[in-house]
């Protein structure tokens, strides 16, 4: 299965929820704060589709049967990586291009360094006939206490969502 890349440009998607869609197809800022804790902290990231594995459309349809029961229309914000890692360095992380692998890591709470960007494809199961190619997450929010996902989440909403129907 192919992964995406994550260079500064690499295009990725984030659901925008119908109470997360303000006036003027605008993004809230809550759009951006993390998913739901899981059990194991350090697995939780920011759930985001790279654009680089399927279009804006099939993503569009994965999260209307997900999460709006078939209805229209759906909402997906897109970010550059170049963004969100921009927002992340603006509120306190370090976020650096590692040459030697190729990709973007951060430090994480151990004073490590870890992946900042993450491939979960979700595979269609017989409990879940949902497949998704282009899930990823955004590893370093999960290090972001409160005031500064506060932070992270202000310097990415307010720009436009696209809105995509049937």
Known sequence: MKSPKFSANSELARYVSEVDRLPGNRTADTAFWP??????????????????????????KYYQDKFQGGREPVALCTKKVFELNEAGKKSGLQINFDRAASKWQFVGSSGKNEDAYGHYPVVATA?????SSSH??????????EHRHAQFARRLGGKKFHSFFD
């Open 35 to 60: 998913d739901p804790p899981s059990a194991k902290h350090d697995k939780d990231y920011m759930s985001v589709n790279s654009l680089e594995l399927e279009p804006a459309k099939t993503i569009a």
């Open 127 to 131: 409990r879940n006939p949902l497949a």
């Open 136 to 145: 990823c997450g955004v590893e370093f929010v999960r290090t972001l206490k």
